[in-house]
Nanobody, 121 residues
Framework: QVQLVESGGGLVQAGGSLRLSCAAS????????MGWYRQALGKQRELVAHITSGGSTNYADSVKCRFTISRDNAKNTVYLQMNSLKPEDTGVYYC???????????????WGQGTQVTVSS
């Protein structure tokens, strides 16, 4: 199976920065698109940023110009640089990846375990 391992979450003051990372591991043949979602308490999970295998990116309007998504294809890793953090950025952040498992001929979506980001005012 494929699993995603996240790191970098924590507690910061408003205006601070965090860098999240998520590495796909296991029996992987290829990783295609990767992305970050977040879920605030009592709210639905929402897309934060997305990056294709070719490097094209999309961002939620609320984080555009503050967050940057990037990837290292050789390491099957996606990053989320978060600057100028606001209290409303607080939530559990999840990475995901569309990947093909070794020996398989199809693509499926995998999710990380989530990491807590808390921004104090």
């Amino acid at each position: 199976q494929v699993q995603l391992v996240e790191s970098g979450g924590g507690l910061v003051q408003a205006g601070g920065s965090l860098r999240l990372s998520c590495a796909a591991s296991g029996s992987i043949f290829r990783v295609n698109a990767m992305g970050w979602y977040r879920q605030a308490l009592g709210k639905q999970r929402e897309l934060v940023a997305h990056i294709t295998s070719g490097g094209s990116t999309n961002y939620a309007d609320s984080v555009k110009c503050r967050f940057t998504i990037s990837r290292d294809n050789a390491k099957n890793t996606v990053y989320l640089q978060m600057n100028s953090l606001k209290p409303e950025d607080t939530g559990v952040y999840y990475c995901n990846a569309d990947a093909v498992r070794t020996g398989a001929s199809y693509l499926r979506l995998y999710w990380g375990q989530g990491t807590q980001v808390t921004v104090s005012s």
